[in-house]
């Protein structure tokens, strides 16, 4: 599976920015997606993920009520919808996704070996 991360930018704190990942694969919606970053100096951290099939989303607790992930399994493509950005949202998002996560481990880098090359998003305060 291939997988493109588009979308960032240089934003100021406060503004939205929508990411999106495209995806290679036909069969979309039997994949789990996640989005992770990783900021400056920093391991890579879950942020969000949509299960395949139609099951749920979860977010980590720094984004929570502030991105929203969805999919649009006819396009193979997910976006993450970031708003009120804050300068600790600053580091590179990198798209993933998986066929053979259980539910406690979604959230997991390991869980997922396919990655997209990453998108820059940087928020100015």
């Known amino acids: 599976v291939q997988l493109q991360a588009s979308g960032g930018g240089l934003v100021q704190a406060g503004d939205s920015l929508r990411l999106s990942c495209s995806a290679s694969?036909?069969?979309?919606?039997?994949?789990?997606v996640a989005w992770f970053r990783q900021a400056p100096g920093k391991e890579r951290e879950f942020v969000a993920v949509?299960?395949?099939?139609?099951?749920?989303?979860f977010y980590a607790d720094s984004v929570k009520g502030r991105f929203t992930i969805s999919r649009d399994n006819r396009k193979s493509t997910v976006d993450l919808q970031m708003t009120s950005l804050k300068s600790e949202d600053t580091a590179v998002y990198y798209c993933?996704?998986?066929?053979?996560?259980?539910?406690?481990?979604?959230?997991?880098?390991?869980?997922?070996?396919?990655w997209g090359q990453g998108t820059q998003v940087t928020v100015s305060s």
């Open positions: 949509i299960r395949r099939y139609g099951g749920p989303t």
């Open positions: 993933a996704v998986t066929q053979t996560a259980i539910l406690s481990s979604v959230t997991m880098e390991r869980s997922y070996p396919y």
């Open positions: 694969e036909r069969s979309f919606s039997r994949y789990d």
